[in-house]
């Protein structure tokens, strides 16, 4: 099973910055929490990861919580291309498998 | 473009069709995974590969079956498949097996069992 929580939808304005909320109490203190997203009927598209420092790259930001508890993904300027279904995934240590969840579904309006 | 391909991307066939499903990756990894993903239900492990040799077979049925002919090419052979089978077959890679290293996937192939 899925160590991560999220919400299944979620709104945004266009321009707006996206913020997609994980928990992840559960997680322990050497795994890797990874995003990923899926746009409609596309492979998954890898988005950003990191342990404990908050990490940022040219498509997101991600912010981490001090006991690692939860996590938040932010897209800073969100576009209509950017609807799709994001995964927040913990990475298990001893097979560095990839367990998949249900995702949030992010509907970025004009 | 992730560097990962997949043909075909859409696929029709019957139960006691054959066919096979093609994966290529262009970015030098050593490890290759295929991925169902059934609608409505989370992405799910098939099979992975690390230097061409099979490292997980995660009780899939034995009409799937898997080929590794190099590091850069991976298979997914189908004989008598059923309705249910029906789904988007994922394969993805990754520069190795058991590391933290990114996993990087192809854009999939949509497949219908009639």
């Known amino acids: 099973d899925a160590k991560t929580t999220q919400p299944p939808s979620m709104d945004c304005a266009e321009g707006r910055a996206a913020n997609l909320p994980c928990n992840h109490s559960?997680?322990?203190?050497?795994?890797?929490v990874y995003w990923y997203r899926q746009i409609h009927s596309q492979g998954p598209q890898y988005i950003i990861h990191?342990?404990?420092?908050?990490e940022t790259n040219e498509m997101a930001s991600l912010i981490i919580t001090e006991d690692r508890k939860s996590s938040t993904l932010i897209l800073p300027h969100a576009t209509l291309r950017d609807t799709a279904v994001y995964y927040c995934?913990?990475?298990?240590?001893?097979?560095?498998?990839?367990?998949w969840g249900a995702g949030t579904k992010l509907i970025i309006k004009p | 473009e992730t560097g990962v391909t997949q043909t075909p991307r859409h696929l029709v066939m019957g139960m006691t069709n054959k066919k096979s499903l093609k994966c290529e990756q262009h970015l030098g990894h050593n490890a290759m995974y295929w991925y169902k993903q059934s609608a409505k239900k989370p992405l799910e492990l098939m099979f992975v590969?690390?230097?061409?040799?099979?490292?997980e077979n995660n009780s899939v049925p034995s009409r799937f079956s898997p080929e590794c002919p190099n590091s850069s090419h991976l298979f997914l052979h189908l004989h008598t498949l059923q309705p249910e089978d029906s789904a988007l077959y994922l394969c993805?890679?990754?520069?190795?097996?058991?590391?933290?290293?990114?996993?990087?996937f192809g854009p999939g192939t949509r497949l219908l069992v009639l």
């Open positions: 559960t997680i322990s203190g050497n795994e890797y």
């Open positions: 995934i913990v990475r298990v240590r001893s097979n560095y498998q990839l367990i």
């Open positions: 990191g342990l404990k420092n908050n």
């Open positions: 590969y690390s230097l061409e040799e099979r490292v």
């Open positions: 993805a890679s990754s520069q190795a097996y058991l590391q933290e290293e990114t996993q990087y």
